[in-house]
């Protein structure tokens, strides 16, 4: 099973979305004090627990362009979006989506007009 960690800026309702499919995914106000965890923290739960992170924070990608992986990272580039639009625009792309993990890429980048992977 696929297990993703949601980042602080994104909303709760992605972790639901995300075990609706099937997988195993936690958001980090699941945590105590979880709106304030820190980038390093969550990369250490998520390696710890070998999660891919779902971010729209650039501090994700540029770490992995400088480091590598891992942790392994879905980087939503969509800006802001309502819950309901997020949900659907990652429902057209869900299949995508897990046959690149289960390729193993290192990070995904999803915007509007494009689907990439490391």
């Known amino acids: 099973m696929v297990k993703f960690i949601i980042d602080t800026q994104l909303p709760p309702m992605l972790a639901t979305y995300f075990r609706w499919k099937g997988s195993d995914a936690i958001h980090t106000t699941h945590f105590p004090d979880g709106h304030l965890l820190q980038d390093a923290e969550i990369g250490r739960i998520a390696l710890t627990e070998d999660r891919i992170i779902v971010t729209k924070d650039s501090d994700f990608p540029d770490s992995f362009f400088l480091k590598g992986p891992p942790p392994r990272v879905l980087y939503l580039r969509l800006g802001n ?34 689907l990439i992977s490391y």
């Open 81 to 114: 979006m309502r819950n309901r639009d997020l949900t659907a625009f990652l429902e057209t792309r869900w299949d995508t989506i897990q046959e690149l993990i289960n390729q193993n890429a290192g990070m995904i980048v999803l915007s509007r007009e494009q």
